[in-house]
């Protein structure tokens, strides 16, 4: 079984629509993070949760919002998706007793495309 | 300000060759330096680092090196193996801060 998952793993959307991206992690982590890549940009985080109640903004937040249900579950919300939001989505976790050395694990990615 | 810049956005290498994929940063508050790998259709995934009060660090097939007067670190993978064809990001921590991230080097193995 994986250790971190995304739902759903593709999607097809409209613009305007709303639309959440979920993850979830066993690993029994405190720490998890929403990133997008596009083509030639690398990874640019969108948002980060050190614990339950935190919530920070990452590079690129603008047009996304997070919530941290659990300290399990990390979701991403698109209000009102846009073309450009057409990307992939990771989702990562990470051990803050280890985040000194950096490692995060990553989840297998959402593929979103905005028509 | 990209603080990790990986100049190179591909590179192609013969099977049993060596493999050097390079990273600069502008950071000197950088604590440790970490490398993963990216296969199509799959999350990144770690594969080596090191700490910015090492200058080597060996893992296998896989040495990182780092030249902290230089802010310069790199990657070697000896003797490449058409599996190591992937995307690889360089990747650089500074504190309780996430991880920062170049734009990655695709490597291309040929058989």
């Known amino acids: 079984d994986a250790d971190v998952t995304q739902t759903p793993r593709n999607r097809i959307t409209k613009t305007g629509k709303r639309i959440m991206l979920e993850c979830s992690q066993t690993k029994g982590h405190d720490r998890m993070y929403w990133y997008r890549q596009d083509p030639g940009l690398g990874l640019q985080l969108i948002y980060y949760s050190f614990d339950v109640k935190d919530i920070n903004k990452g590079e690129i937040s603008d047009g996304y919002s997070v919530s941290r249900q659990a300290q399990a579950k990390f979701s991403l919300s698109l209000e009102s998706a846009i073309p450009n939001q057409t990307a992939l989505y990771f989702c990562?976790?990470?051990?803050?007793?280890?985040?000194?050395?950096?490692?995060?694990?990553f989840g297998p990615g959402t593929r979103l495309t905005v028509l | 300000d990209q603080q990790v810049k990986q100049n190179s956005p591909s590179l192609s290498v013969q099977e049993g060759r060596i493999s050097i994929l390079n990273c600069d940063y502008t950071n000197s508050m950088f604590d440790y330096f970490l490398w993963y790998k990216k296969y199509p259709a799959e999350g990144p995934t770690f594969l080596i680092s090191i700490s910015s009060i090492k200058d080597k660090n060996e893992d296998g097939r896989f040495t990182v090196f780092l030249n902290k007067s230089a802010k310069h670190l790199s990657l070697h993978i000896v003797p490449s193996q058409p599996g190591d064809s992937a995307v690889y990001f360089c990747a650089a921590i500074s504190g309780n801060t996430p991880l920062v991230f170049g734009k990655g080097t695709r490597l291309s193995v040929i058989a």
């Open positions: 990562a976790t990470s051990d803050s007793r280890r985040d000194v050395e950096g490692e995060q694990f």
